[in-house]
């Protein structure tokens, strides 16, 4: 009780994906928590976002469907859409908290990503691309900002319980039922409580040496390299 | 010789970067080679340049020069380009070649990346996002366009002498050899023929059980996997 | 306080490497820890270790000096010494919890492994080789164990102090100081507290999605991923 | 034709796994081949082997059935004729050739390894385990000999035809007919033919960037990071 007291944190689009866990466990270790309601994140927004001040830790949390297509099937609209939603808003929020966070002298950015271009998932080269662009951009600015003591890392994950990607209608479904128990070596999904734990250990102020890392974070489908 | 005898190849943005190179091992090798002058490849240059037939071999060979920033400082000219150039362009290529190579039931797919990306360099982190969604896609199409006997790859190359990254006048700075002597397990840039030959190797009619990889060729910058 | 109460941990080789923080902290937080004193793990060994029962928590704690040498010159005395106590014990020290883990239903291994394979350090490569070892063997057992409900993971650490990689007396040299500024992005070494802290997320209880996985925990020195 | 023009070649355990297929296309191209029949390479062998000079291109081929056993029943003698077969032999054959290359400056050493430890096979930990150490020997070795001129890397391969892994007695079984279609994405096994196309690759004269590569070669099933 109590890791993260006199901190404040930031949750991008609080109410979705990984939201809910992480600000339910941030408050409950003592935190100051912003549940934040955004989605496209333009200048404008972050700019109010951050009006009282750029948090100690910020949580890009940002989500989309992955808009399933085989490869000569890719729409503009679609392909554009996961773009919008999960690179550039990443982009923009990170280049927003890094600047005030260097001349503070220290900062935590922890991405809620996938663990998708990782491994490469047919009819998802998309979903792929968009978020393979925020792991290599977290992986680099990661790399930039450790020396001035900026913590940036990415949760890589998948098979994780939410409302974006897995629902509850897609977790009793019996296909998917089968899916997990051929694909996942642990043979389930988690609950996001697990994910809000892994963000608490990143956020946390004996964590300072782990940096610029994407995270693989799904019950063993991605273990390769770390 | 004659490797590539009776094969169709094009080869986008072909004076720039890569393409000299392959170009003309490529024809030195038996392909009918068509070097393309294009650079955005919207969607009208990419059905002018399929008009006559989607190729055996499709090398795409994108480049834009990597506009180094420090996170916080990175401009929305800067980042879109990047995408613009890098990103987009891929995407539209492999869509429009896939769904003919399908049809036939096979192509080669070749994609000069970067291995920006694998590593992470500061300073380059909207590089590195446009490279890395480059390589995830290519992942994930390579994966998915498989079965249907395409193969598609990435060399995800740095330290090679080309006109965008590495010119003369970079080559031939005193800090840059140091550089190089620092950074480089071989202690050397190499010459656009070992791409080319690497090009090759993938396009050859003996090369389909690697598909999907993203192959670091970066004079042992790059060796991390697994 | 208290994440690990009721709980029963081994830390092996627990007078050296990474032995004493985790001990510290485990304790700390209410787990009631086993300092084991071994070094070479025989079997028999491991059967007195585990007599009163295989823990909850095992944590596979084994360090040996990396002997460098180039290539050509590797002795046979130094590659079985790194083997002889990096590799082998670990094997045997997993093959004898898994089963009783296996028919308890639950279990945590731990093992601080080395990030030197996922980069691979010159002169070093016997080091690298051993190291290389347990980290594919933990990857394989974690994927297996894993429907099994036992969590198997590796942290894969470098530029952490201890006694017997970074001691004070390399620590303070000069050379070293300019080898840490030019090659870890932290530009710093960090201290066991906070690898214990990251063993601490993986013995705790809402940690079960992590499986087979080999951590990077290097000051950004590795990050390499997907 | 007579890409190898010239060269000399050795290649270890020349009568199984990737061997004859290597030396066919080695002669093809015009090199002088050894086919040697050794397996455990005891420093007496390697001696002899290399009695009339160390040769241009090394090619070690080690292989061995992978012994398939969950964690718990991993016996003493399987563990040590892993290790016996694949691990030290490759160290003592590249410790052997290192020296009178880097006396040479110049030097091709082509391991066949195993994409197993990329990826983690349940039941195959002890296989794992020793095709791993292998893979992280010579990406370390491959980096220290990169200066001399000497390019090490490795096939890290999976699904490719042979007599130790997939004789046909395997292929042709039903159930593993099923397992190809669903873990290969390529959807099958290949021909050694395509690993000597990829060896010639890293023989050839014009490949001195690529050093300290572990390529992974298997239909797509590893693909994550390169």
Redesign the interface.
């Known amino acids: 009780?109590g890791q993260l007291l006199g901190k404040s944190a930031v949750i991008t689009s609080a109410g979705h994906y990984m939201g809910p866990a992480i600000a339910d466990l941030f408050e409950e270790q003592g935190a100051g928590v912003t549940r934040d309601a955004g989605e496209l994140y333009p200048d404008t927004a972050i700019t109010e976002l951050f009006a009282a001040g750029v948090p100690d830790i910020l949580v890009v949390n940002l989500a989309e469907p992955p808009r399933p297509a085989?490869?000569?099937a890719?729409t503009d609209a679609d392909?554009d859409r996961l773009?919008d939603k999960l690179?550039?808003p990443l982009?923009r929020l990170?280049?927003?908290a890094?600047?005030p966070m260097?001349a503070r002298g220290s900062g935590k950015i922890i991405a809620i990503t996938s663990a998708?271009?990782?491994?490469?998932?047919?009819?998802?080269?998309?979903y792929?691309?968009?978020?393979?662009?925020?792991?290599?951009?977290l992986?680099?600015?990661?790399?930039?900002?450790?020396?001035a003591n900026i913590q940036v890392n990415a949760i890589?994950q998948n098979?994780?319980r939410n409302d974006t990607y897995y629902p509850d209608s897609i977790l009793d479904r019996d296909n998917f039922k089968l899916h997990v128990q051929?694909m996942v070596?642990?043979?389930r999904v988690?609950e996001s409580?697990?994910?809000a734990?892994?963000a608490l250990?990143l956020a946390?102020p004996?964590?300072?040496?782990?940096?610029?890392?994407?995270?693989?974070?799904?019950?063993?489908w991605?273990?390769?390299?770390?």
Chains 1, 2, 3, 4 share one sequence.
Not at 116 to 126: E, F
């Open positions: 009780m085989t490869v000569n890719i392909w773009f690179v550039h982009m990170v280049r927003a890094s600047g260097k998708a271009p990782l491994r490469g998932i047919p009819r998802a080269s998309a792929c691309a968009a978020r393979g662009a925020q792991n290599s951009f992986r680099a600015a990661g790399l930039e900002l450790a020396k890589a098979y994780v051929q070596p642990t043979k988690t409580r697990e994910t734990q892994l250990y946390g004996d964590s300072t040496h782990m940096v610029g890392q994407i995270l693989p974070f799904a019950g063993g991605t273990t390769s390299t770390g």
